[in-house]
């Protein structure tokens, strides 16, 4: 732990890591965030803007995306980010309209979508989510940079994620949906359980939908690891397993309000490692299923253990599955399938 931290000291020292995932170094990024005017966004940003995402030598532009009616909230969030004086932050522009938004952008965070309402089937809200992510899909492929790297955080975010990577013809590499907080949320409740040194070696995995049918895993990418005792095994096979899955309705419950300060971190764990790399550290990112080593069908946006080098993920290899989570796994897979037909896709 101590040694992490320090790691991350020092990362502010650092020279600049490369970035391949664009064409060369840019002297300014662009990063366009939706939704920018709700709680995750106003999270989201001051970290960009410090130099969270892509390291303490980049500058950054940022453009932010609201309905109409939040653009008095966007000017204030505008004014208290040039208020930070923060010597990365090149210029922020907010905007109601998604070409002005996704114009040239490298990065793109889509925290907008619409929330469901009491009574609203589940039907109705993928569809007034597929409208949504539909258009900015096309906005994006016409608009922003080739290289734009997406990141889908608003809910459903696999399926909004598959939406629009399929109505915008984008690259699916480039296409990814949000589970790294339920990631950090499984680390945490790893280290809190087993302590530092029962944690080493204990690899987190979230795999399938960001929704309450994933599935935390502490096992299968973990023979490195010491054997975990009788009762560390009946909490992690029990327990522990809604615990991630409820952790953001506890949060919720309890402060009033979504969890968006984890959020905004996971959101910047997330880009930061997909971009410049995870350093060999296997992360749990929702991409495209072709090709996986697991047997998850193709064609659904599904979470995976990965690593990232460079604007490059991969598919961890090497995980030994049990009954019990392959089974959990394919409830997942028959979540996603069935969003998928609603959304009509
Ligand atoms: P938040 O900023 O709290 O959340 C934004 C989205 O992220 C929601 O869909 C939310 O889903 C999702 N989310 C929250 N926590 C997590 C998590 N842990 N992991 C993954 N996803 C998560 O919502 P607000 O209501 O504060 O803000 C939403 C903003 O979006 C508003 O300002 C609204 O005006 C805007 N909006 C923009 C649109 C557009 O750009 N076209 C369309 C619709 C809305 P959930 O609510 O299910 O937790």
């Excluded at 990362?11 to 709680?39: C, E, Y």
């Excluded at 296997?282 to 080098?309: D, E, H, K, R």
Aim: glycine share 8%.
């Amino acid at each position: 732990m101590a040694t992490q931290k320090i790691s991350n000291f020092l990362t502010l020292f650092a020279p600049p890591r490369p970035m391949a995932a664009f064409p060369s170094n840019l002297p300014v990024l662009t990063v366009a965030i939706t939704g920018a005017a709700g709680q995750i966004g106003y999270s989201l940003a001051p970290l960009i803007a410090q130099g969270l995402m892509f390291g303490p030598h980049q500058k950054v532009a940022l453009r932010l995306l609201d309905l109409g009616t939040a653009q008095d909230a966007l000017s204030g969030v505008r004014m208290e980010l040039l208020d930070c004086a923060l010597p990365l932050l090149h210029s922020v522009d907010i905007t109601a309209d998604p070409h002005v938004a996704f114009t040239g952008a490298d990065a793109a965070v889509l925290c907008g979508a619409f929330p469901r309402r009491p009574g609203m089937e589940r039907q109705d809200l993928l569809l007034t989510n597929a409208g949504i992510f539909k258009q900015q899909g096309r906005v994006i492929r016409d608009a922003a940079a080739a290289h734009c790297r997406v990141l889908v955080v608003g809910n459903p975010a696999n399926t909004n994620a598959l939406i629009l990577a399929t109505s915008g013809g984008l690259n699916p590499a480039h296409v990814s949906a949000l589970t790294r907080l339920d990631h950090n949320r499984a680390v945490g409740l790893i280290a809190a359980r087993l302590g530092p040194t029962g944690a080493a070696h204990r690899q987190a995995v979230i795999w399938g939908n960001h929704s309450a049918t994933q599935v935390p895993d502490v096992e299968s990418l973990s023979s490195a690891a010491a054997p975990l005792s009788a009762d560390d095994a009946a909490y992690f096979h029990g327990e522990f397993i809604p615990q991630v899955q409820q952790r953001g309705a506890e949060v919720m419950k309890l402060r009033g309000l979504s969890s968006a300060l984890s959020a905004a971190k996971a959101i910047v764990d997330h880009m930061r490692d997909w971009i410049l790399g995870s350093e060999g550290r296997v992360v749990s990112m929702a991409v495209p299923s072709a090709g996986n080593p697991y047997g998850v069908p193709a064609g659904l946006i599904y979470s995976f253990p990965v690593t990232c080098a460079a604007g490059v993920w991969h598919f961890a290899p090497g995980a030994v599955l049990t009954e019990d989570i392959k089974r959990r796994m394919d409830a997942s897979t028959a979540e996603l399938v069935e969003e998928r037909t609603l959304a009509g896709l």
